[in-house]
């Protein structure tokens, strides 16, 4: 047996630790190198015990989680699980700003009567260990600047057809994903001309507060789908959970039950096989950072069926894994840094030809 993965655990409840150190110590691979109880116990034993996971509390005295994440994630970043209470009780921004910041994860805080066993916490900690997170510093006047026009070694991106607009924007993503979607819909115009779909995995309670959360940051109009709703201009449907989301016809979005496509339902892959189907060139595929391969066989189909596929590069990518997978099966066109991606549908969407230095 390899060596086992170090979890910090940071709670305020002495309680919620106990509990939370007897789930992970029932898997061998697993071992929980110390215990915190708020954010500022947690950065300083960040710094000693550089952990390969850290659960984290939210709502904690001395300093909050969020506050901890951020101070963790600019000094020594690290895979974070964030446990929290039921976020429908809570504003969307609270727990989704833990995303923003650099957290990976999401999960509920079972109750403490449900005993030990609620507390699953072992695969995702494992899941997450082999992450390589990235250092975020929030500071705007250190994110990179918009997508170049020109620069040197630039690839053209071909442009739609004269006359012919894109008409869907089908996305696929993942672990990281939620900080990207942030970004790239807070920079897109009102105007924006090509109706988006997203699949975003996520734990299925957290979905409607990332969709509030999204939405507070666009000029777009951003909600959970439903069954049979229209494809708009300016707006952006996001796959609720529990269903796949797919697109039968151009201009309609449907949502079924089903079994599981790649290990994931929603799937990336079958709303973006659905795309390709139903809007053939005019399709316009995106995937970005994520574990695993869902998007990638939806990706090859819209490549196949003659529209553009665009993939987050492996530079920005919290985890490579689908738009490697997507590269792997010669099924992107263009890759581009997470914080391009805005820039480079507006000129797509309006058809221009995108140019990149990166």
Known sequence: MGKKVSVLVVDDSHICR??????????PDLEV?????????ALEAARELRPQVITMDVEMPVMDGLTAVEHIMAEVPTPILML????????????CRALELGALALQIKPSIDAGTEAWNLSREVK?????RVIRHIHNSKQRRPPLPGTGAGAVVVPAPPVGMPYGVLAVASSTGGPQVLFRMLSELPADFPTPIVIVQHINAAFSESLAGWLANSSKLKVRLATDGEQLLPGNVLIAPPGQHMSIPFRGRVALRPGVERDG????GTVLLESAAKAYGRRTLGLILTGMGEDGAEGMLAIKQAGGLTLAQNEESCVV????????????????????????????LARGETLTAGR
Do not use: W, Y
């Not at 899941?127 to 992450?131: A, F, G």
């Not at 994931?264 to 799937?267: A, V």
């Open 33 to 41: 190198v110390g215990t915190c109880a708020n954010g500022k116990e």
């Open 84 to 95: 929290t209470a039921d976020p429908r009780q809570q504003a969307p921004e609270l727990t």
């Open 264 to 267: 994931h339902m929603p799937s």
């Open 127 to 131: 899941l997450l260990s082999s992450v």
């Open 18 to 27: 106990q509990l939370i150190c007897e789930a992970l110590g029932r898997d």
């Open 320 to 347: 490579f894994g689908m738009p490697g997978a997507s590269v792997a099966r010669k099924a992107v066109d263009h890759l581009v840094h997470g914080d391009d991606i805005a820039g480079a549908l507006v000129r």
